[in-house]
């Protein structure tokens, strides 16, 4: 009876969540077009999630694409498949790593100091002060994170799409790999409907990094205790919420037997 009544809880506590992370989003998107958010504070976070998380990405970009090239030279070398190191290193980065890897390292860094920034605003009582100036907050605060992770989040995933894609390079060249026939199985196996269906991903990370943060922060606890619980389920939810939809986007844009 206990285990049934903890997985009640539970699932209350989930579709709850999910539901407050609806309203906070569809809000902060009909309130795009209202004006009653600051232009200020867009540009500060676009600067705050595109260009302070450049050299993080970059690095685990960079690596990621080195790895994907240890794990598949042996392989490919072994099978004579050589031709198609440069092709499937370039797939497995722009399909699912860059977008995925970009969308987890921002949730870390820029979803939880949203959720802090917010959870002490309510804290605070400025979120309480911008209803009694006839402000929503869910606009007001909203909107310029939401726009940010909207744009910001695609430029920084086709940026990794270049690094990942140029550290493999670097690897498979240091081991004898024909710089030419790299290219040529790039241009061969990589589609431009796989770059659109990777930045289209990188898209939807961002807004689920928002919501996930805004919605946290917004029903954060009293007390710096309530403030550190919601940072911690606003990178909790935002990378979870990334990885799920990451399955159901893949097998919408690249599922199944193509001829």
Not at 13 to 30: C, D, H, M
Not at 161 to 176: C, E, K, M, N, P
Request: proline share 2%.
């Amino acid at each position: 009876m206990n285990l049934l009544s903890w997985i009640g809880r539970q699932a209350i506590e989930l579709f709850s969540t999910l539901g407050f992370f609806f309203i906070v989003g569809l809000k902060a998107f009909t309130g795009i077009f209202s004006g009653t958010w600051s232009r200020e504070d867009l540009f500060e976070q676009l600067e705050r999630v595109g260009v302070g998380s450049v050299l993080v990405v970059s690095i685990t970009s960079a690596f990621t694409g080195m790895v994907l090239a240890v794990q598949t030279l042996d392989q490919f070398v072994r099978f004579g498949a050589t031709g198609y190191i440069g092709g499937v290193i370039a797939l497995s980065m722009v399909r699912e790593m860059s977008p995925v890897l970009t969308g987890l390292v921002v949730s870390g860094r820029i979803g939880a100091a949203m959720a802090a920034e917010i959870g002490s605003m309510k804290v605070t009582e400025q979120i309480d002060a911008l209803r009694t100036f006839g402000l929503d907050p869910h606009v007001f605060v909203g909107v310029p994170r939401l726009l940010a992770g909207l744009v910001m989040l695609p430029v920084l995933t086709l940026f990794s799409f270049v690094i990942g894609i140029t550290g493999g390079f670097l690897y498979v060249a240091a081991h004898g790999v024909n710089a030419h026939l790299f290219r040529r199985s790039v241009e061969a196996l990589l589609a431009p409907s796989d770059i659109y269906g990777g930045l289209l991903k990188a898209a939807v990370f961002g807004v689920l990094i928002v919501v996930s943060a805004c919605g946290q922060g917004f029903m954060a606890g009293q007390g710096a205790r309530g403030v550190g619980t919601a940072t911690t389920k606003a990178v909790v939810w935002g990378n979870m919420l990334i990885l799920v939809f990451n399955y159901v986007l893949s097998s919408l844009l690249f599922g199944g037997i193509k001829g």
